[in-house]
């Protein structure tokens, strides 16, 4: 196994065990975009974790965190840490929620891992190459029509945002099999690989919530992109190859790509 998926396993297991061994402690210390985008100490806490003992061990390559770690690097391998990816799930004990730790290597989500404890899964993968979900080799389902598709989705924090996506998701409803919202964009990618869902979609993540998971969605046959191109804050969506484009063509006919924030 290559070196640097070896220590994004043991750093995220490391976090991972924090967390749930800190979970009663969890409590709110501050607010980010709206009063609901909340952070916990535990999440400041895993990320000091996971950007210590990487750098302990690769101290010349770059790291960008959701809870402000910024730094540039010299190695072109690129960490993109969530250190809690699901926050608010976390804090309810709504068990999807994950640690996230992805390696970009020259710009390339290249080596993911996803550990969600409360799920009891560990999903990791390598773009181009495999997935898996405790070691066990993963694959994208087949369903090929949207019709058919079990998708899951995500909001984002503001409420004027909520109201224009939840516009949206109540026009696509009728014409999917159903729409799932648990909670964590990490856990439902890696969904998607795992074939438990159909597709994803979601405006308004960040590289944090899908570096890692868009590592192992391409090692397990997914296939990730956003309107016309990449995945991207603005749109990331991610289906077996098959589904894409009707998704994709969807979403921009119900709008889900006019401005809205
Ligand atoms: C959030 C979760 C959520 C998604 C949001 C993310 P956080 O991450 O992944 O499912 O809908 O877009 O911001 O804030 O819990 O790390």
New binding site residues.
Partial sequence: MSELLDLALRVAARSARFLEDGWARREVVATKSSST?IVTQM?QGSERLLVDHILAARPDDGIIG?EGSDRAGTTGVRWVI?P???????LYGFPS?AVSVGVLVDGKPTYGVVHAPALRTVWHGTAGESAFANERPIRTGHVSELSSALLA?????EAGVRAIQGGIVAELLPRVRDIR????????MCWVAQGVLDGYF?R???L??RAAAMAICDGAGVRVGGFDGPAADRMTIATNPALFDELHDTLRALGADREYD
């Fill in positions: 985008d999440d959701e969530d809690l990816d699901g926050t608010v799930n976390y929620w989705t995500g909001f984002g924090y919202r648990a909670g964590a964009a990490a856990v439902d979601e308004g993540t960040h944090w919530d």
